[in-house]
């Protein structure tokens, strides 16, 4: 086996944007993650919504006035 080839492996802390801090060992050091198990709507139970009016507004302005064209050939 090759030597020093491999990453330092080192203990870690990921820390979420919530406030949770989660310690484990890790190539990288000190890491910020969005989420977490800790507010994860999947593991909380809770549910939230993420803010999608703008792209509904924005698909029935593009396809709103969208008609569908008859297949008639000669029938």
Known sequence: MKKDIHPKYAKTTYTCVCGNKIEVGS?????????????????????????????VDKFLKKYGNYKKKDNKQGK
């Open 27 to 55: 190539t990288k050091s000190d890491v910020k993650i969005e989420i977490c198990s800790a507010c994860h709507p999947f593991f909380t139970g809770e549910q939230r919504f993420v803010d999608t009016a703008g792209r």
